[in-house]
Structure formats: structure tokens, C-alpha cells
């Protein structure tokens, strides 16, 4: 089975610009959350969706940050406008509904912001 | 699991060695509790989960850990350490509230070291 995917593996870019990155979750899983990990503060949870449905945003720093899920198999986090504090590896899980089910993880977004 | 404490940010252990990692978490319902390991420049990958089932669980690659609840500890454990074991290691938890998955509470990670 594919695991959850996500893109770009890295990317650089310039402060202001926007920046989107992609979650294709796990086919049947009916969460995704969305973190950011960084030395300083380690893994941090941004937002997460329940069926679609944003649950909990009380994690994404500021308005410059925003999340949507318009369907089962596809996320978005986007930054605009970006900043280099923004910095940090962004990671997308997701999981079943169900006691004990854990989250599988993507393999990231390293993000650098100039 | 309403917080996860993870004793010690970085743990250094010989080649062969025990290796034990500690969790503690706090929680007023029966938990569910997590063990993940970190690569680097990858994601976090699943070693075991507990299960009301048994207390002791088996993992991936050797490592096991024990749910304590009079301790309130989920310590992960491997008796002989590999080279290949250096990594990031979480604990997670999260409370069951009839049938459906929250949020798991992540700790702060504790960094192993496998020395030659």
C-alpha cells in the first residue's frame, strides 16, 4: 500500500512568496493532521481534519498560515505571505478512526525560507 | 494520554548495550499509547502501539515496551543495541473516547547514540 505522500520533498524559497505544500493521506484513512518540527521546538501540530472537516487549528502560528482539505485524498498547508522563521520540516499523518490506531507519517517538506 | 514525558533528550549507549527509553504520561481514562522512531531526513515511522490486550508489546526491530499503570510508564527497551538504532525516538498517546481517534500528545523526543 502507499504510504502517505507528500510534496516537494525541499523546498527554497524567497521571504514573501507563497508557499503550498501537498498531502495525499492514506487511502481509507479518515484523519490527516499536519506538523511542523524544528530543533528549537520540536514536533508541533498545526491542524487537523476529521472527514474533511478542519477540528482543531488552534496550532497554526498566525494568519499567514492556512489549511484545506477539499476531499478524501488531498491537503494543502499554504504560507503566504513566508518568512524565514517559517524554516522547518513540514510533516503530513494521517490515520483511522478507531481506538489504537496510530498516525502514519509522509516523509516531510523541508521548507528554507531566505 | 492528557501530557507525555519523555525522560532525557539525549541517551548514549554502547554497542550491545541495553537500551532503555522512558515514557511517563498522565491520563484520567485508559490510554492508548505509541512508540516512534525518526530516521534522519525521514518521517516518523511506527515501532508499536499498546493495546489493552497485553502489557508487554512487541515492536519492530527488536524493541519492546511495557505499560505500567501503577506507574504510569510505557518505557521502551531493547537488550542489545545496533548501530542502526541511532535515531529520534517518540512516545505518544492519546485518550479513547467512544470509538473515535483525537489528537495524540507527542513528547519532546530523546535522541539515541550508539557508540562502536
Known amino acids: 500500500d502507499a504510504g502517505v505522500i507528500q510534496s516537494p520533498r525541499h523546498e527554497v524559497t524567497e521571504m514573501g512568496q507563497e508557499v503550498t505544500l501537498r498531502c495525499k493521506p492514506i487511502s481509507g484513512h479518515d484523519y490527516l493532521f499536519w506538523y511542523r518540527q524544528t530543533m528549537m521546538r520540536g514536533l508541533e501540530l498545526l491542524i487537523y481534519f476529521n472527514n474533511n472537516v478542519p477540528i482543531d487549528d488552534s496550532g497554526m502560528p498566525e494568519d499567514r498560515f492556512s489549511a484545506k482539505m477539499p476531499n478524501a485524498s488531498f491537503s494543502t498547508l499554504k504560507i503566504q505571505p513566508s518568512e524565514p522563521r517559517d524554516s522547518a520540516v513540514y510533516f503530513c499523518?494521517?490515520?483511522?478512526?478507531?481506538?489504537?490506531?496510530?498516525?502514519?507519517f509522509g516523509d516531510g517538506t523541508r521548507l528554507s525560507i531566505l | 494520554a492528557q501530557s507525555v514525558t519523555q525522560l532525557g533528550s539525549h541517551v548514549s549507549v554502547s554497542e550491545g548495550a541495553l537500551v532503555l527509553l522512558r515514557c511517563n504520561y498522565s491520563s484520567s481514562v485508559p490510554p492508548y499509547l505509541f512508540w516512534y522512531v525518526q530516521y534522519p531526513n525521514q518521517g516518523l515511522q511506527l515501532l508499536l502501539k499498546?493495546?489493552?490486550?497485553?502489557?508487554l508489546v512487541k515492536g519492530i526491530n527488536g524493541f519492546e515496551a511495557e505499560f505500567k499503570k501503577s506507574e504510569t510508564s510505557f518505557h521502551l527497551t531493547k537488550p542489545s543495541a545496533h548501530m542502526s538504532d541511532a535515531a529520534e525516538y517518540f512516545c505518544?498517546?492519546?485518550?479513547?473516547?467512544?470509538?473515535?481517534?483525537?489528537?495524540?500528545?507527542f513528547g519532546k523526543g530523546t535522541k539515541l547514540s550508539v557508540k562502536p
Open positions: 499498546y493495546t489493552s490486550a497485553a502489557t
Open positions: 505518544a498517546g492519546g485518550e479513547y473516547y467512544g470509538g473515535s481517534q483525537g489528537n495524540l500528545i
Open positions: 499523518a494521517s490515520s483511522r478512526t478507531g481506538s489504537n490506531q496510530p498516525q502514519h
